[in-house]
């Protein structure tokens, strides 16, 4: 699983775990994400053991009934690996696991309501309209100011390439600069 596992069977699946999360509740049929990252980098646990990494979609910030508690999270872990288990071998042999819901991650890692995209990748939100029109270029109306990370062009998922993005436009606009002198 190097490549990672994505379980998402239809559109319809995403559908309904959006709508889910949209009203507040936690998804009755989740969609995740998991990643081997052992598979590449082994030194991340004990010899012959590994770490799974498993990204729950759609897990609503704001709950319609309740708070993010550690019994809801812990639920939704628990439905997540049943899931796993029945498309992964070897699932009933986790020794550990740590859960992090949306409340979570924006404590501990200061993401904004738990998106590890600093902000939802909607059509109002993409391409060349991130992280606002006119700034998807990596520089903005300040000089000498550049962004890169997952808030800016082209969005979070793609390590590595906003911040190359943005390099690239510096290393541009020095030239640019010299040129001129």
């Known amino acids: 699983m190097q490549g990672g596992l994505t379980f998402?069977?239809?559109?319809?699946h995403l559908e309904r775990a959006a709508d889910d999360a949209k009203y507040g509740r936690v998804s009755r049929a989740p969609?995740?994400?998991?990643?081997?990252?052992?598979?590449?980098?082994?030194?991340?646990?004990p010899q012959g053991k590994h770490v799974l990494e498993v990204a729950v979609q759609y897990a609503p910030y704001r709950?319609?009934?309740?708070?993010?508690?550690?019994?809801?999270a812990e639920a939704l872990a628990d439905q997540v690996q049943t899931?796993?288990?029945?498309a992964v071998e070897g699932m009933d042999r986790t020794i550990g696991r740590r859960v992090l819901s949306p409340r979570d991650l924006e404590a501990q890692f200061g993401?904004?309501?738990?998106?590890?995209?600093?902000?939802?990748?909607?059509?109002d939100q993409i391409l060349f309209l991130r992280p606002v029109p006119g700034w998807a270029h990596s520089?903005?109306?300040?000089?000498?100011?550049?962004?890169?990370?997952?808030a800016a062009h082209p969005g979070g998922g793609l390590h590595g390439r906003p911040g190359r993005l943005a390099a690239r436009r510096v290393i541009r606009d020095l030239r640019s600069s010299r040129s001129r002198s």
């Open 8 to 12: 998402a069977p239809d559109i319809e």
């Open 31 to 45: 969609w995740w994400q998991a990643t081997l990252p052992t598979s590449v980098d082994p030194g991340r646990a």
């Open 63 to 72: 709950l319609a009934e309740g708070e993010w508690d550690p019994v809801r």
């Open 83 to 86: 899931q796993l288990g029945e």
């Open 111 to 123: 993401l904004s309501e738990g998106n590890p995209d600093q902000g939802e990748m909607t059509l």
């Open 139 to 150: 520089a903005t109306p300040v000089p000498g100011l550049y962004l890169c990370g997952a």
